[in-house]
């Protein structure tokens, strides 16, 4: 894989999700140099690909200790410069990516709304930091077209919304493509 069609991505997500680590295991397996950052260790079931570098978060990814947790991981991704930053859940580590996008200028970010997170907690306390982020993603995934449309009515673009199932192998290279565009988008 050339240096035009490989990325640099840095995944925000809990590696105790066998979901989250088949996605890094796609892309690593697809050549890119892929990270995650997870207060989760990863557990048995799914093995982390070789290529993969695995930065463990000291503080939990729920708000408020967000802030502190930001605080470790911003260090780590200004050294990196990810191509991509992609945070899976969008009501912990969506805010953290939020976080390191207006904070730290790192860009693009893309989301992950998982399962209700999005529609349960864009209505607590910290729901101000959902909308705030939302508009901050080039893309926002989730599974549902409920998920999709209360995404919309929170303020991100419909055409930005990239309805696709988190475990399908045919999604994860519609979004490597998306990935890649984004990419040259920014350059």
């Not at 209700?116 to 926002?140: N, Q």
């Amino acid at each position: 894989m050339d240096n035009k069609t490989k990325l640099k991505l840095c995944l925000l997500a809990g590696a105790a999700d066998e979901l989250n680590l088949k996605w890094a295991n796609y892309f690593a397996k697809r050549g890119h140099e892929v990270h995650i950052f997870s207060h989760d260790q990863v557990k048995g079931g799914t093995a982390l690909d070789k290529g993969i570098r695995f930065h463990h978060l000291l503080f939990p990814v729920k708000y408020p200790l967000t802030y502190l947790t930001f605080f470790q991981a911003q260090l780590s991704l200004m050294s990196l410069k990810p191509d991509i930053i992609h945070a899976i859940n969008m009501s912990d580590y969506g805010i953290l990516a939020g976080l390191v996008c207006r904070i730290g200028r790192l860009k693009p970010i893309t989301l992950t709304a998982v399962g209700t997170d999005i529609l349960h907690d864009a209505h607590t306390s910290h729901g101000w930091a959902i909308k705030h982020v939302l508009p901050l993603s080039k893309v926002v995934t989730c599974d549902t077209d409920e998920i999709a449309l209360d995404m919309v009515k929170l303020g991100m673009k419909e055409d930005h919304i990239f309805l696709m199932s988190r475990s399908g192998e045919l999604d994860l290279s519609r979004l490597e493509a998306t990935y890649l565009a984004m990419r040259k988008t920014r350059r």
